[in-house]
């Protein structure tokens, strides 16, 4: 006679058993993802954008997601000089069909890649169909090799911004507490409210003084946005006015590692949190990732 411990074992090593018989006989086909694609954008320029799409790539690499960061603000070459690092190559030789993505992906600190898109975005929409797609295929590549793509814009309220506002998975909007800068923020988001009211937009309220009036920025934003825009805003958090953030850009260098303990390090630690992935991400298509938001960049900055 058998015990009961010894028919449950039996029960269990049986189920076992079938478990890696599964296992072996259906391998679970792995589900390709794309990446996810946030645009980092302000109303009002000079707010700390390009500090933050920099710190928080960092922050996200530093818990296993695999970051790029596009550099989208055309003109004056915003990474490159916080990272103290030049790129031989920029997006506009993959538009010229020159380069090929890897070519142009330069390495940043903490195992963050970027790329420059040198001066012109604008020349995307010279291209015609062919040179399009082609282009489009070339940067599907990026889908691969990242889980996130964080592009840095120029401050907002222009078309070719708005483009990329839009065109997102997320937008990240960037404030600080002065008023002319909420105003401008305020006035971006209804601009992105007229073309898409379930646009995700996060904010950020950099450079303020205290956690208090953070908070209360953030609190009146949210709160006009839902009640005057039918939008609804997701607080990612705040920054507080750090002179080590001031000193880290003088050196040009990332602040998280220059000064890892300041109190904006903690801070950009904290928002990353909000931008880990939760649950599965969506799989890829033609709609998706980065491949997706190039398709509707494109027929935006066309139309
Ligand atoms: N948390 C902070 N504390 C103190 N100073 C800050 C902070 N964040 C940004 N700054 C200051 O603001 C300046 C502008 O920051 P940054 O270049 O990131 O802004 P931006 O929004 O990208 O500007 P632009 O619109 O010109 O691209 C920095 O050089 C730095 O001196
Ligand atoms: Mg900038």
């Known amino acids: 006679m058998m015990d009961q411990a010894e028919k449950l074992r039996q029960v269990i090593d049986n189920l076992k058993l079938k478990q890696a018989a599964n296992r072996v006989l259906t391998p679970v086909a792995p589900v390709k993802r794309s990446a996810r694609v946030i ?3 302000s109303g009002k320029g000079g707010v700390g954008k390009t500090n933050i799409t920099i710190n928080l790539a960092i922050a996200l690499s530093e818990q296993k997601q695999r970051v790029i960061i596009l550099d989208a603000d055309f003109g004056l070459a915003n990474i490159d000089v916080l990272f103290g690092i030049i790129p031989q190559y ?3 030789d993959v538009i010229k069909n020159k380069k090929n993505i890897l070519e142009i992906l330069t390495n940043g600190p903490r195992n963050t890649k970027f790329i ?3 001066s012109g975005v604008e020349d995307l929409i010279k291209l015609d169909q062919q040179q399009i797609s082609r282009f489009i295929e070339n940067m ?3 889908d691969k090799l990242a ?7 120029g401050a907002g ?3 070719n911004v708005m483009s990329f506002i839009v065109a997102a998975d997320e937008v990240l909007l960037v404030t600080t507490p002065e008023p002319t800068s909420i105003t401008d923020a305020y006035a971006l988001i209804k601009m992105v409210s007229n073309r898409d009211k379930e646009k995700k937009i996060s ?3 950099n450079k303020s003084e205290s956690n208090a009036e953070a908070n209360d920025v953030l609190n009146k934003l949210v709160l006009v946005a839902g009640k005057f825009l039918g939008i609804s805003l997701e607080p990612a958090g705040y920054i507080l006015h750090d002179e080590s953030v001031v000193k880290a850009v003088k050196q040009q260098q990332p602040f998280s590692i220059m000064y890892p303990k300041s109190q904006a390090a903690k801070n950009i630690r904290e928002i990353s949190e909000k931008f880990m992935p939760r649950g599965s991400s969506s799989e890829m298509n033609q ?3 980065i491949r997706g938001f190039l398709s509707r960049l494109v027929s935006f900055m066309k139309a």
């Open 39 to 41: 645009t980092v954008t």
């Open 90 to 92: 920029t997006l506009l």
């Open 116 to 118: 420059s898109g040198g």
């Open 140 to 142: 599907a590549m990026l």
């Open 147 to 153: 889980d996130i793509i964080i592009i840095d814009t």
């Open 157 to 159: 309220l222009s078309e």
């Open 203 to 205: 904010v950020i309220v």
């Open 287 to 289: 709609n998706s990732g």
